[in-house]
């Protein structure tokens, strides 16, 4: 076990050389378990838990490297007329079967999925509500006619569609 911390230490003074890509919005990570500690070794800061599984996470300016289970990932509220969706992507597209609506929610809202056929018609119309992060919703198409649809999301006041192919 202390290899493996005395590894990630070298990766992250390692990485600490390598300069940080700018994102946009800042994660508030965190670690579920039943203890752990933190140290500091110079400016370095060192976390471990000890939950069913070890895990230990190195973190230094924007990086942070972790060994062991998934940890929650917590998005910081959005201010006032920020788009509450980002990176909608339908795939595959053109689609036979099924097509999968991806987005990445910045928010707890709720979502109105809409599909609306070439004349204008409303189809399928669903209002559920998501939590902040990748969401993935998968929807049949084979039951809809060849044609091109129009997918529309409506969350926080804001309106958001992608042309859909099915085959």
């Excluded at 800042?26 to 110079?42: D, F």
């Excluded at 920020?82 to 036979?96: C, D, G, Q, S």
């Excluded at 609506?101 to 209002?127: C, E, H, P, R, T």
Aim: glycine residues 8%; contains cysteine; proline residues 7%.
């Amino acid at each position: 076990m202390y290899t493996i911390y005395k590894c990630m230490l070298l990766l992250c003074l390692v990485a600490g050389g390598i300069p940080a890509a700018r994102a946009q919005l800042i994660l508030n990570r965190q670690v579920n378990s039943n203890t752990g500690g933190t140290g500091l070794i110079g400016d370095l800061t060192f976390q471990y838990t000890v939950g069913d599984i070890a895990v230990s996470t190195l973190s230094k300016n924007a990086f942070i490297f972790t060994q062991g289970f998934q940890q929650p990932e917590e998005l910081p509220p959005i201010d006032p007329g920020v788009k509450p969706i980002i990176n909608m992507v339908l795939f595959p597209n053109p689609a036979a079967t099924n097509v999968r609506i991806q987005f990445d929610m910045l928010s707890n809202n709720g979502v109105m999925l809409m599909i609306i056929n070439s004349a204008g018609q409303l189809i399928y119309k669903d209002y559920r509500t998501y939590a902040a992060g990748k969401i993935t919703i998968p929807f049949p198409v084979n039951h809809l006619p060849a044609g091109i649809y129009t997918v529309r999301l409506q969350a926080g006041g804001y309106l958001f569609q992608e042309k859909l192919i099915v085959q």
